[in-house]
């Protein structure tokens, strides 16, 4: 495929512009639909939706004039509807066709889709068209204009029902030429709108599988709908809605298959199996759950709700429902969704009923674990995960309740007006490594001595009542960081809905000074936070806070954008700790020698605001990448967590290929500190997998799929040092840039190390400001 157009460059993006940082690609559909054609739509998108039960993009709805009752009616059936209303003026000027047909000004009207900027992919779909197999294929397309070939007229010209539009044909310049061709009539008459895409295109086109534009015309006979049809199109002036046409029987039942009341068409969805989109299951399964009260629907819609973080929404739809108390599983997620709000007294209630039963008991023992834990209640934790491991010896989540309750280590007894408080996130045995070093790190930017003399440990997720203040209270200040505590969904709670468990009160109730200390705003992509109760919770430690220090400057931007105007100049640049550890850890010495080894790191946590649609173009991407970097060093998996194995099973699995993995989250500080500073480069995907070893002084690339990375490439004004996972020649750029890095070693090193001084610098600055602060 050659381009046909290549688009204006974008002006640059805000710092804080989360998919332009990330590069995730943006998906839409797109149709035209009128009055007329509003019964086919509507049986589009049913079809859509029930063939599809897990894609849930945003759809585009064009129109001239459609009435506020049909509006409502297409908003029924889908929750993200983009209605806007065509340019109908704009085609006047157009050469061929009578301007005054109805049926030729709506076909110029598709056309409005190129006008499209918000988008990276749209997929356009004929209201006479009807999805009857899957779209992955469509949504995993990434380059050029796609279309089914004309059934015909042979490969040279494409059918304009289904088109899948890339980026750079959603711009001026390919607007442009199709103004052109319109205007001065080069096209084929009769044709319109897709007479005028071949005359632009002139064959240059993505072809396409006929299956997914199955016409009509070729059913002609009677014939039956082949099995893997994916789209058949209702091509001709017949349409089913309007009595159909002889001769197409067959093909008019399966269009009839999504003729059905709204009520019909939710229970249908509801009965699919697999995966179902947690926007499609709270938007059909919440009608069907106010309707008729089954509380079987009503457990899967909060389900949905705490998968996208919505915990209140969880709450208020199994309020609806009467829970017969032999349901075990409606009972555990209502209190799941209770205590993730911090009503835990009720929530307690439920998990006790869910315990009874043996197939829901250990999920529902191990949340009574934790909800024990977070009220510093270890004993009944570890009682309660025990009784989850004794119904289940394999369930991990009550052995890490089991764990954390009876592993922490007891607290050396210093002088308490000689230490700091410090709230952070202290990470368990096998928990993501970069986590377990953050503390440390946080505690060596005030004092050399990390250990319990000089600090009193306050667990973030642990609720924050009346005898954790007056410890607090007792000490010479507090510290609160660093990492990413502000996201909403690693253990939720209604006080603060971040990561510190802290009612408003108990934090106005703070008498020592309060240092905010390289804190990150980890929200993802498409990730949101109970935004009423964040915002007041944000404020309040502002304002609380004698110093708040954020570790990237996209950070401080979201912040601000959060609080009043006046609290603005409280929030500064602190970097994170982390990225600084040749400066902090004492007698360092840089490696004589290095391994000849890439490190090699992928995230898996949020898999799906992570990658979208396109992680098997990562894996394929990352797979020809591992093959071309062992040109350069031994390439080796580094595991922060668990999950990160994946990555080493499914490039054995898709690929064939065979990488040995560091199991680092089983590393004590020291292993991780020194594994990263030996190796020659780090290509990660976790934030710490590039800001541990930067701070080490090992180069880096980062593979974007979070904005922080971003932000702190940005940060060290070394924005190339990271790629997309989204990008269109991921393997290529990655190696390219890694055999630059590693040209040069020594002199890619020093500048690390030049990198680190500025931030070094911050550092030491703010350092003396919090000597002053906490005496």
Same mark, same amino acid.
């Given at each position: 495929?050659?381009?046909?157009?290549?688009?204006?460059? #974008?002006?640059?993006?805000? #710092?804080?512009?989360?998919?332009?940082?990330?590069? %995730?690609?943006?998906?839409?559909?797109?149709?035209?639909?009128?009055?007329?054609?509003? !019964?086919?739509?509507?049986?589009?998108?049913?079809?859509?939706?029930?063939?599809?039960?897990?894609?849930?993009?945003?759809?585009?709805?064009?129109?001239?004039?459609?009435?506020?009752?049909?509006?409502?009616?297409?908003?029924?059936?889908?929750?993200?509807?983009?209605?806007?209303?065509?340019?109908?003026?704009?085609?006047?000027?157009?050469?061929?066709? $009578?301007?005054?047909?109805?049926?030729?000004?709506?076909?110029?009207?598709?056309?409005?889709?190129?006008?499209?900027?918000d988008?990276?992919?749209?997929?356009?779909?004929?209201?006479?068209?009807?999805?009857?197999?899957?779209?992955?294929?469509?949504?995993s397309?990434?380059?050029?204009?796609?279309?089914?070939?004309?059934?015909?007229?042979?490969?040279? %010209?494409?059918?304009?029902?289904?088109?899948?539009?890339?980026?750079?044909?959603?711009?001026?310049?390919?607007?442009?030429?199709?103004?052109?061709?319109?205007?001065?009539?080069?096209? @084929?008459?009769?044709?319109?709108?897709?007479?005028?895409?071949?005359?632009?295109?002139?064959?240059?086109?993505?072809?396409? $599988?006929? %299956?997914?534009?199955?016409?009509?015309?070729?059913?002609?006979?009677?014939?039956?709908v082949?099995?893997?049809?994916?789209?058949?199109?209702?091509?001709?002036?017949?349409?089913?809605?309007?009595?159909?046409?002889?001769?197409?029987?067959?093909?008019? @039942?399966?269009?009839?298959?999504?003729?059905?009341?709204?009520? #019909?068409?939710?229970?249908?969805?509801?009965?699919?199996?697999?995966?179902?989109?947690?926007?499609?299951?709270?938007?059909?399964?919440?009608?069907?759950?106010?309707?008729?009260?089954?509380?079987?629907?009503a457990?899967?819609?909060?389900?949905?709700?705490?998968?996208?973080?919505?915990?209140?929404?969880?709450?208020?739809?199994?309020? *609806?429902?009467?829970?017969?108390?032999?349901?075990?599983?409606?009972?555990e997620?209502?209190?799941?969704?209770?205590?993730?709000?911090?009503?835990?007294?009720?929530?307690?209630?439920?998990?006790?009923?869910?315990?009874?039963?043996?197939?829901?008991?250990?999920?529902a023992?191990?949340?009574?674990a934790?909800?024990?834990?977070?009220?510093?209640?270890?004993?009944?934790?570890?009682?309660?995960?025990?009784?989850?491991?004794?119904?289940? !010896?394999?369930?991990?989540?009550?052995?890490?309740?089991?764990?954390?309750?009876?592993?922490?280590?007891?607290?050396?007894?210093?002088?308490a007006?000689?230490? &700091?408080?410090?709230?952070?996130?202290?990470?368990?045995?096998?928990?993501?490594?970069?986590? %377990?070093?953050?503390?440390?790190?946080?505690?060596?930017?005030?004092?050399?001595?990390?250990?319990? *003399?000089?600090?009193?440990?306050?667990?973030?997720?642990?609720?924050?009542?009346?005898?954790? &203040?007056?410890?607090?209270?007792?000490?010479?200040?507090?510290?609160?960081?660093?990492?990413?505590?502000?996201?909403?969904?690693?253990?939720?709670?209604?006080?603060?809905?971040?990561?510190?468990?802290?009612?408003?009160?108990?934090?106005?109730?703070?008498?020592?000074?309060?240092?905010?200390?390289?804190?990150?705003?980890?929200?993802?992509?498409?990730?949101?936070?109970?935004?009423?109760?964040?915002?007041?919770?944000?404020?309040?430690?502002?304002?609380?806070?004698?110093?708040?220090?954020?570790?990237?400057?996209?950070?401080? @931007?979201?912040?601000?954008?959060?609080?009043?105007?006046?609290?603005?100049?409280?929030?500064?640049?602190?970097?994170?700790?982390?990225?600084?550890?040749?400066?902090?850890?004492?007698?360092?010495?840089?490696?004589?020698?290095?391994?000849?080894?890439?490190?090699?790191?992928?995230?898996?946590?949020r898999?799906?605001l992570?990658?979208?649609?396109?992680?098997?173009?990562?894996?394929?991407?990352?797979?020809?990448?591992?093959?071309?970097?062992?040109?350069l060093?031994?390439?080796?998996?580094?595991?922060?967590?668990?999950?990160?194995?994946?990555?080493?099973?499914?490039?054995?699995?898709?690929?064939?290929?065979?990488?040995?993995?560091?199991?680092?989250?089983?590393?004590?500080?020291?292993?991780?500190?020194?594994?990263?500073?030996?190796?020659?480069?780090?290509?990660?995907?976790?934030?710490?997998?590039?800001m541990?070893?930067?701070?080490?002084?090992?180069?880096?690339?980062?593979?974007?799929?979070?904005?922080?990375?971003?932000?702190?490439?940005?940060?060290?004004?070394?924005?190339e040092?990271?790629?997309?996972?989204?990008?269109?020649?991921?393997?290529?750029?990655?190696?390219?840039?890694?055999?630059?890095?590693?040209?040069?070693?020594a002199?890619?090193?020093?500048?690390?190390?030049?990198?680190?001084?500025?931030?070094w610098?911050?550092?030491?600055?703010?350092?003396?400001?919090?000597?002053t602060?906490?005496?």
């Amino acid at each position: 495929m050659t381009a046909t157009t290549v688009s204006a460059p #974008a002006p640059a993006a805000p #710092a804080t512009d989360a998919r332009a940082l990330t590069g %995730k690609r943006k998906i839409a559909f797109a149709s035209f639909v009128d009055e007329n054609y509003l !019964p086919g739509f509507l049986a589009l998108l049913r079809s859509l939706a029930l063939s599809n039960p897990g894609v849930c993009e945003d759809f585009v709805v064009l129109h001239d004039d459609l009435r506020p009752s049909s509006i409502a009616r297409i908003r029924a059936l889908h929750p993200r509807v983009d209605f806007r209303r065509v340019d109908a003026g704009h085609y006047d000027g157009y050469a061929k066709g $009578d301007q005054d047909n109805y049926l030729v000004r709506k076909a110029y009207f598709i056309l409005d889709v190129f006008r499209i900027r918000d988008y990276d992919t749209v997929i356009t779909l004929d209201t006479d068209m009807v999805v009857l197999g899957s779209l992955a294929e469509l949504l995993s397309l990434r380059e050029g204009l796609a279309a089914v070939p004309q059934f015909f007229y042979g490969q040279h %010209k494409l059918n304009s029902g289904l088109l899948v539009i890339q980026k750079e044909f959603l711009s001026d310049a390919f607007r442009a030429k199709i103004d052109k061709v319109g205007r001065e009539g080069s096209y @084929e008459l009769d044709k319109h709108d897709q007479g005028i895409l071949n005359a632009v295109l002139d064959g240059d086109f993505v072809r396409l $599988d006929p %299956k997914y534009n199955f016409v009509k015309r070729r059913l002609s006979g009677d014939l039956a709908v082949p099995e893997d049809t994916a789209i058949l199109h209702f091509t001709g002036r017949h349409k089913p809605w309007q009595g159909g046409e002889s001769g197409y029987l067959k093909a008019q @039942e399966r269009w009839r298959e999504f003729e059905m009341s709204d009520a #019909a068409f939710q229970s249908a969805f509801l009965s699919r199996g697999g995966t179902l989109h947690r926007d499609l299951l709270v938007h059909l399964g919440t009608p069907h759950v106010e309707r008729t009260g089954d509380v079987d629907t009503a457990r899967r819609v909060a389900h949905a709700h705490i998968g996208n973080g919505d915990y209140q929404s969880a709450v208020e739809i199994m309020e *609806r429902v009467h829970i017969p108390v032999e349901e075990a599983w409606p009972h555990e997620v209502y209190g799941h969704a209770l205590m993730s709000v911090s009503r835990y007294d009720e929530a307690r209630a439920q998990l006790l009923l869910a315990s009874a039963a043996p197939n829901r008991a250990a999920t529902a023992f191990a949340r009574l674990a934790q909800i024990s834990w977070v009220h510093g209640d270890d004993t009944a934790a570890q009682k309660y995960a025990l009784q989850g491991l004794t119904v289940d !010896p394999t369930h991990r989540a009550s052995r890490v309740w089991h764990q954390r309750a009876g592993g922490l280590p007891a607290q050396q007894q210093g002088s308490a007006d000689q230490q &700091l408080a410090h709230v952070a996130f202290y990470m368990d045995r096998q928990g993501n490594a970069g986590d %377990k070093l953050l503390p440390e790190s946080v505690r060596l930017a005030f004092d050399a001595d990390t250990g319990g *003399r000089r600090w009193h440990s306050v667990h973030a997720h642990r609720l924050f009542d009346e005898a954790a &203040l007056e410890r607090v209270n007792a000490r010479r200040g507090l510290v609160i960081g660093g990492g990413g505590l502000f996201i909403p969904d690693t253990m939720p709670n209604g006080n603060s809905a971040w990561q510190w468990n802290v009612p408003d009160e108990l934090l106005e109730g703070i008498e020592v000074p309060v240092a905010v200390y390289a804190v990150g705003f980890n929200a993802f992509d498409g990730q949101s936070y109970r935004a009423q109760r964040f915002r007041e919770s944000l404020r309040a430690l502002v304002e609380k806070s004698a110093f708040f220090g954020l570790r990237n400057h996209g950070s401080i @931007e979201k912040v601000r954008a959060i609080i009043p105007a006046h609290l603005h100049d409280k929030v500064r640049f602190q970097p994170c700790p982390t990225t600084v550890t040749r400066q902090l850890v004492a007698d360092w010495k840089d490696p004589a020698h290095r391994e000849d080894t890439i490190l090699l790191n992928a995230a898996y946590d949020r898999a799906g605001l992570r990658f979208g649609h396109d992680y098997g173009y990562f894996l394929g991407q990352m797979a020809q990448a591992v093959r071309d970097l062992g040109a350069l060093a031994e390439v080796r998996i580094v595991a922060h967590s668990l999950d990160d194995e994946k990555l080493a099973f499914d490039l054995r699995r898709e690929h064939g290929l065979s990488l040995p993995v560091v199991p680092m989250y089983d590393f004590g500080n020291d292993e991780i500190r020194d594994l990263y500073a030996r190796t020659k480069l780090v290509i990660g995907m976790r934030g710490h997998a590039g800001m541990i070893p930067f701070g080490c002084g090992t180069p880096i690339i980062s593979l974007i799929s979070h904005p922080k990375m971003a932000y702190f490439l940005a940060d060290i004004e070394r924005p190339e040092w990271g790629v997309s996972v989204h990008d269109r020649h991921l393997a290529a750029v990655l190696v390219e840039r890694s055999r630059d890095l590693l040209a040069d070693h020594a002199k890619t090193v020093a500048d690390v190390h030049g990198r680190q001084q500025e931030l070094w610098r911050i550092t030491q600055a703010n350092a003396a400001e919090l000597r002053t602060l906490f005496g």
